[in-house]
């Protein structure tokens, strides 16, 4: 049996940089991907846009117990040498608002100029091999899958991803794979993913969107605030304030079983307070009707919605519309989520190199580690470099 020198456990993003990485310095590299395609989730990245990268790339843009790790991997792998990497694939790239999309806006051209990589570098493919166990043998290891084909090599990478979207092939199945090598996993659970709230104002006001701040409030702590879209669904609340605060939120409940978990919401964060009560006073009695007070300051179906709470009078309505609280109950959970927050905990890999410190030979990259960036291309950025890294290990 052909024996590799490196076999690649998922052909996502950082599988897919792996190899290249490993081939680029003569090293026979294989890839054991589970589905009968690379990079599904790839495609889906950025609305089909792939947002790529970011120009502000650091490891403050991280959770912080992975900082020190993702530090040691941009040191040899950062925004420079991605953007150089991608060029050199012939990948036109441009900066919007310091996110990294490809100049077509497509993200099948980001997989397409990777996939043509591949084949230059004539790296073999392995598909529907869905990979059940990874055995040291001497001089390496044995990777077998779950329907029995096995493939031998010298040091193997585990790049399979975290839980989220299992359509597109990763579910956390890896897990068990770093396990049983003695790895300890940072409980998963979905990150940027849209709030279940049980709020009769999230169904009145659902498929409006406005511009609105927002803050975790976890057993009377009160988080960071965001600000951007604020999404009012069927089931709650979404849109990019909500799911940059998703993770806080999402680790509370599910992690830590928080059972105070709010969003607080400032629907006006665009007026001070001061400025809003003023405002609304010198309306109170200009309007023939309190669901009109709000005219022009939200969108008209806020004024019908929230006239309620100016039966308590006109501070009782400011304080609702700057500090309206959300109970939480839920997520939407990994079909809907973007990101894995949680995985293969950092302290046990070794920095530079993102060997296992359990098992040599054997290496993490992507988002099966507990290295969990935020919005706006960090996730890709982390998984390319990652993936290049590893791959580049002796
Ligand atoms: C809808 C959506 C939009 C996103 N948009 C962005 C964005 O614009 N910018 C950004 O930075 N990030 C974005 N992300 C996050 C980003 O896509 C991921 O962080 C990144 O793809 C992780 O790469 P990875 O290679 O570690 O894992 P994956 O891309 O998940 O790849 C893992 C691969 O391993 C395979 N696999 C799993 N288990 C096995 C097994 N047992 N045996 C063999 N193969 C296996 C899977 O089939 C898969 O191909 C988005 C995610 C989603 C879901």
Known sequence: MEKFDLAIIGGGAAGIVAAISAATRGKSAVILEKTPSLGKKILATGNGRCNLLNDRLDSSHYNPAS???????????????????????????FSQEGRIFP?????????????????RLSVPLK?????????????????????????????????????????????????????????????????????????????QLQGQKIFASA???????????VTGDLLFTKYGLSGTCI????????????????????????????????????????????????????????????????????DSGIDAAVNSLKHRLFRVSGTCGWNEAEFTAGGVSVDEINTGTLE???????????????????RGGYNLAWAWASGWVAGAAE
């Open 103 to 119: 100049r077509t806006n497509q993200a099948a051209s980001v997989l397409r100029v990777l996939e043509l990589e591949l084949r």
């Open 215 to 225: 803050r975790p409030v976890i057993n009377g702590e009160v988080g960071p605030e």
């Open 127 to 203: 598909f529907n091999f869905d990979c059940a166990g990874v055995v040291p043998t001497p001089g390496g290891f044995t990777v077998s899958s779950r329907s029995g084909d096995t493939v031998k090599c010298k040091n193997a990478i585990l790049t399979g991803g975290g839980k989220t979207y299992p359509s597109f092939g990763s579910d956390g199945s890896v897990y068990e794979i770093a396990r049983r090598f003695g790895h300890t996993i940072i409980e998963p659970v979905p990150a940027v993913v849209p709030l279940l709230v049980r709020d009769t104002l999230c169904h």
């Open 67 to 93: 900082r020190g790790l993702v530090d040691s991997v941009f040191e040899k792998f950062g925004k420079f040498e991605m953007l150089g990497f991608f060029e050199k694939l012939g990948l036109s790239v």
């Open 243 to 310: 799911l940059d605060v998703s993770e806080a939120i999402s680790i509370a409940l599910a992690r830590q079983a928080k059972t105070q978990v709010f969003v607080a919401v400032d629907m006006v964060p665009f007026m001070s307070e001061e400025a809003l009560k003023e405002e609304l006073k010198r309306r109170w009695n200009q309007v023939p009707d309190t669901a009109d007070i709000l005219a022009g300051i939200l969108p008209n179906k806020f004024g019908p919605a929230l006239r309620p709470v100016f």
């Open 356 to 374: 296992s410190k359990k098992q040599k030979g054997f290496f993490f990259a992507g988002e099966v580690l507990d290295v969990n960036g935020q």
